[in-house]
């Protein structure tokens, strides 16, 4: 019971911690979803594969996903 309430805390911690990081942000938008962002993720510089968007660019070139 002990390592079930404190996983459930540890997990509640980490949605109230998402959720202050929403609030706080402009328009409650992430930054960077793109896997392309990530240098770690995309070592060779590929586009985007859900909005082809490059690394070096900002934007996502989805228009749906701009609108969100």
Same mark, same amino acid.
């Given at each position: 019971?002990?390592?079930?309430?404190?996983?459930?805390?540890?997990?509640?911690?980490?949605? @109230?911690?998402?959720?202050?990081?929403?609030?706080?942000?402009?328009?409650?938008?992430? @930054?960077?979803? #793109? @896997?392309?962002?990530?240098?770690?993720?995309?070592?060779?510089?590929?586009?985007?594969?859900? #909005?082809?968007?490059?690394?070096?660019?900002?934007? #996502?070139?989805?228009?749906?996903?701009?609108?969100?």
């Amino acid at each position: 019971m002990k390592l079930f309430l404190i996983t459930f805390g540890l997990i509640a911690l980490a949605f @109230a911690g998402i959720a202050i990081k929403i609030l706080v942000k402009k328009n409650g938008e992430f @930054a960077g979803t #793109c @896997a392309s962002q990530s240098p770690f993720l995309n070592k060779e510089n590929e586009p985007c594969g859900f #909005c082809g968007k490059l690394p070096e660019e900002q934007d #996502c070139k989805n228009p749906e996903m701009a609108k969100s």
